[in-house]
């Protein structure tokens, strides 16, 4: 926050904090800002990639612009389909979003791939971050492939994330299909901005092998086997009878939409079709009963609020004083010589007391 | 946070900040409160109900006394035994307890029993707070039993709780047992102040219908299944079977200790010496490899931050100018006229900037 303010003073191109009122915004921008727009709109991908890196930029200079930006977009966003793609390394992730991915731009809808990978800052981008992986996808017209911003916490590469949705959506995608490994906190994350969740698995690995925590299991709007060929497809259907069974364990969802596991091959491209069917089917059943809209709104107030809770907690313990303090502090509570909860006042009275 | 400043102001009996000069803030207490914690320490009963009173209290002049009577018996804490148990309604939470507690009391141990339930506040007390569930064990004077504090979220319960254990073991209790009720989020705030996690259970009763969460399966350091007796005996054996395998998908835990799976009936006292020695060995276990008390300093930190961050929401969303427009953003957000990022960023200027 502090951050945020002081470069304000030197950064004349501020806009009114009154983020409601775009046209306002729109006539403040830059020259090569409301070009960009006018090119995203017209849906040049190479606009879209510009944008993009302006508002993954951790240049303070850049905020502004990519403020206006986003709000701008937000206003221009056709209605597009969502999806959330997760699932172990090993899976076979990237070929199967490579034959999906296919099969939709061939239908002549325009596809975005965009990862979330909060784990490429440390591993340079080994799992997910490789563009060419998707050799296919990516050099297909119709569709436009991503990889996640690096060097970044999992909240920072949410929040970016996120807005390239809106970019996307603003260049004309159709369908924006997200992609995460199935570890850690990013599948939640991934999560609460898709509209269709779906859970890649194989067969005969064990539960243990794919990672599966029962929490991604209940988040899936769809459970793919993947592989299901050669002589996989054998283990492939007991896999489905098995997982069918877990599912059929959990509570009723509040889309009312019944989970469906079903097997594909990327390879053969069977099950492809099929899949296909599984999110037209949703979004129309989401659709009807009002789920997909609500959803929609309750995901905008969870960014809302959860952007809030990190700015709160970044403000305070990049404090300096409270930095200082901290270290000290823990150190008491853990040897039992203060409360935690006596610890914990002395530190917001002191964080409250030097607020400028 | 405010609240608190501007009560000190008319509060002549502050304490100065440094929460860790505990001899300083003895000197300084009402001579009433000094008397109430000399008397906590010789093991009165009635003087740990009426040190609990204070620190439930929500009355901003009992604040300051209270934190000093925390802080001061902090010191004098013998080290217990703090056992969480859980378990969904009707399992026989309660007579578990008190056929547990008599079997210790009955060596001599001093048992102090408290409740976690945030639902108290809104089913006044029904599942929970009903002291006479456990009559027997309220009789016996080597036994402490004290519900939840009610009206209340879960972290001011929490908080409570967690005060309450410092004055229990300042009052000499050998083991403090937690109960709470084992659905929404309170198995994971009473996890979280406790050595030992026992989730209870009953046969054939099946897996939805006892609300078992993988999240408070992986958190047990024992699965107890209760009632086994007359015709339950049989299907209390195959559910140890199939709870066994269960447990062994999990992967181990950091305390090198593996869950177990017992039986007992709280009728016929079968079980109850072998589930104390679990509890023993789990203890000794622990405390040989560094684990038990490299848990409670990490309780401890998780408090002192959790506090942190819980107050700093409490300060925001409570801020007056936050307030009124919090709503108006809510909704321009929900219909998609601002991003969630950009609104987060204009409160939080509104807040930052309007901070005293």
Known sequence: MKKD????????ENFSPEVFKKIQQARKLQPR???????????????????????????PNHFANAKA????????????????????????????IEAFGKHLTRQGKKVAVLTIDPSSSI?????????TRMEELAKDSNAYVRPSASGETLGGVARKTRET???????????????????GQSEIAVHSMVDFFLLLQIAGAGDELQGIKRGIM?????VVINKADGDNVAKAIVAKTELSRALHLFPPKKSEWTPTVSTCSAKTQEGITEIEQIIVNYIETTKNNGYFDRKRAEQNEYWLLETINNQLKEDFFNHPE??????KTKKAVQNNESSPFAAAQLLLETYFKNKP
């Not at 206003?75 to 997760?86: A, E, L, P």
């Not at 949705?165 to 570890?183: N, P, S």
């Open 5 to 12: 303010k002081s470069e304000k003073v030197n950064n004349t």
């Open 218 to 222: 209940e988040m899936a709007d769809a």
């Open 165 to 183: 949705i809106t970019l996307c959506e603003a260049a004309g995608f159709d369908i924006i299909i997200i992609e995460t490994v199935g570890v």
């Open 322 to 327: 409270i930095r200082d303090l901290l270290e």
């Open 33 to 59: 800002t409301e070009e960009l727009i006018s090119s995203i709109l017209s849906g040049d991908v190479g606009a879209l990639s510009r944008a993009i890196t302006l508002i993954e930029s951790n240049n």
């Open 69 to 96: 930006l986003i709000n701008v977009c937000l206003s221009h966003t056709k209605q597009s389909i969502r999806i959330g793609i997760t699932g172990v390394p090993g899976v076979g992730k990237s070929t199967f």
């Open 123 to 131: 591993s340079h981008g080994s799992i997910l971050g490789d563009k």
